[in-house]
């Protein structure tokens, strides 16, 4: 049984004209949505990575004919190295040869690659184009298609090169997520489960008692989860657009699980088994600051996130250097993501050497 009601659309709301609507739909009514939100039927050049193509290609071909767009449809690789400057170029090509203007849409359709490649080619193109992103991943659906991060990525490290590019439109269809793989499925939960952790303890409690139809992909249970996720984003996103303030709490688990994908070489771990093994430290170490958060509840949920096991040469210093080695790290002292309880996170400036090494070592003993 559905607990929200999904027609309602969740806003972002920002200043002067960038508020949008993030939109629960059937992707059939993507076009219509479009035209709802403001753009004109006409050329749309949508750009997807081959494994979404697989599945969708031919149905969003037909549902733009049938509502008179010339669509032009890219399909890049699929994984992290398509953010790359290369493929980049590859938009900007298509784009340009194709005679596009101002009002030209673009339509990020694929998980979070496609939507940071897409929409930072939608924010760079004739200096900005309108983007829609309908997001086909997990991750995607409750985090990266919302709130306008875009970007590529660069030798030096992930996500160096970018733009805030929002969006004219977010149309979730929760449909789309029974094609993933179950790795992807279980690495996309991790960010949902962040979104309760930081900011909604009722939701967090939800996920608990939900928690294994959540995992088997239950469709009585799934839109239901994205929704409550997308919220939390929506509104720490309307409330710090540019990352200024307290939209760094969504960062929770992300600077240890960075050290994890960097320690154990970018593609062992998913970003969401990282950032999941991420969460643990840094629920571990917010346990060791305040004896209100309940440790145990937060384990026996991220505990049965399935992990590939830690390779056994893997030590606290080596995560500790891959963590220093971060050039977001670099330019500043470390600060972490911690909660004070379920459902309230805060940024700490003061973590001892010791309160880390603890905090690694509690993950590294769950190998
Ligand atoms: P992804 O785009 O690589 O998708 C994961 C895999 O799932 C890919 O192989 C993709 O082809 C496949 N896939 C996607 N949708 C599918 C579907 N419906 N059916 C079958 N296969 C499908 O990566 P991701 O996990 O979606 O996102 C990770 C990326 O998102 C990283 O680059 C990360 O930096 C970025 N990110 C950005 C933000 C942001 O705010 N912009 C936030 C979080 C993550």
């Known amino acids: 049984m559905l607990l929200q009601n999904l027609d309602e659309p969740v806003p972002v709301t920002l200043p002067l004209n960038r508020s949008y ?11 219509a949505a479009m035209r709802s939100a403001g753009i004109r039927a006409g050329k749309v050049l949508v750009v997807t990575d081959s494994n979404v193509a697989t599945h969708y290609r031919d149905r969003l071909d037909a549902l733009f004919i049938k509502d008179g767009w010339d669509a032009l449809v890219l399909v890049l690789p699929p994984g992290e190295t398509t953010k790359s400057p290369k493929h980049l170029h590859a938009i900007y090509d298509a784009a340009l040869t194709w005679n596009i203007d101002r009002r030209t849409p673009i339509v990020a359709f694929g998980g979070g690659v496609i939507g940071d490649l897409a929409g ?54 929760t449909k789309l997520l029974y094609t993933l793989d179950r790795r992807q499925w279980t690495s996309g939960l991790a960010e949902a489960v962040k979104h309760a952790l930081i900011d909604d303890e009722p939701y ?44 760094a709490l969504l960062n929770f688990g992300h600077t240890f699980g960075h050290a994890l994908e960097h320690a154990t070489g970018y593609g062992t771990l998913t970003h969401g088994e990282a950032v999941a093994l991420g969460m643990r430290a840094a629920s571990f170490l917010s346990r060791r600051l305040h004896a209100k958060v309940d440790q145990h509840r937060i384990d026996a949920v991220l505990g049965a996130f399935p992990t590939p096991a830690l390779p056994e040469g893997l030590s606290a210093y080596d995560l500790t250097f891959a963590m220093r080695s971060d050039k977001k790290a670099q330019a500043g002292h470390l600060r972490f993501v911690l909660l004070r309880k379920v459902g309230c996170a805060y940024v700490e400036d003061d973590v001892t050497p010791a309160d880390l090494e603890a905090a690694w070592d509690h993950v590294l003993g769950l190998r």
């Open 120 to 173: 930072f080619a939608a924010a760079t193109l004739l200096r900005g184009l309108p983007v829609v992103q309908v997001p086909t991943s997990l991750i995607a659906q409750v985090d990266s298609a919302i709130g306008g991060k875009t970007g590529i990525n660069h030798a030096e490290g992930k996500n160096l090169i970018g733009a805030f590019h929002q969006p004219e439109l977010v149309l979730v269809d």
């Open 204 to 247: 967090f409690a939800w996920i608990e008692k939900e928690w294994n139809r959540i995992l088997a992909r239950d469709p009585d249970v799934v839109p239901d989860m994205v929704y409550r996720a997308v919220k939390v984003k929506a509104r720490i996103v309307g409330e710090d657009e540019l990352e200024l303030g307290h939209r």
């Open 21 to 31: 609507n993030i939109q629960f739909a059937d992707l059939d009514e993507l076009p």
